[in-house]
């Protein structure tokens, strides 16, 4: 009896499932910090947005583990946007703001480069051995 293949195999797999699987975490996180701050109605609703951004990446993740072909597209398409924030964040003025955005960056950039990887791609067209009709 075979079983599915561990996460981490292909190594580039894993990290660009855990590096979505933290940027959605951190946006969940962030909007519920908005709205358990709740200074106005304009919290709520940005917050109820973070939210569910987060949870689409998080959904890329997860597809990620599912070996999904789908989870390229909402890997590096988030990544792409994070970074281009992230970009913007380290050129403040802020430090706490530049070493929070710095150290997002080079996640974001691992996780990006993790997930165009050609051995993650062949990862995820690779159907597992649950779907593997053998």
Known sequence: MRHAPHLFEPPSLGI????????????????????VDARAGFSLGIGLVLIGYGLVVLLGA?????????????????????????????QSDDTPQVVGAAIALVVLVVTLVAAVLPATREALLRPTDEEDPQ
Not at 16 to 35: C, K, M, P, R, T
Request: aromatic share 6%; charged share 5%; net charge positive.
């Open 16 to 35: 660009a499932v855990l590096g979505a699987a933290l940027s959605g975490l951190a946006f969940v996180g962030v909007g519920v910090g908005s709205i």
């Open 62 to 90: 997860w597809l990620g583990v599912r070996r999904s072909p789908w989870a390229r597209g909402l890997i590096v398409a988030p990544a792409l946007l994070h970074i281009a924030t992230a970009v913007s964040l380290v």
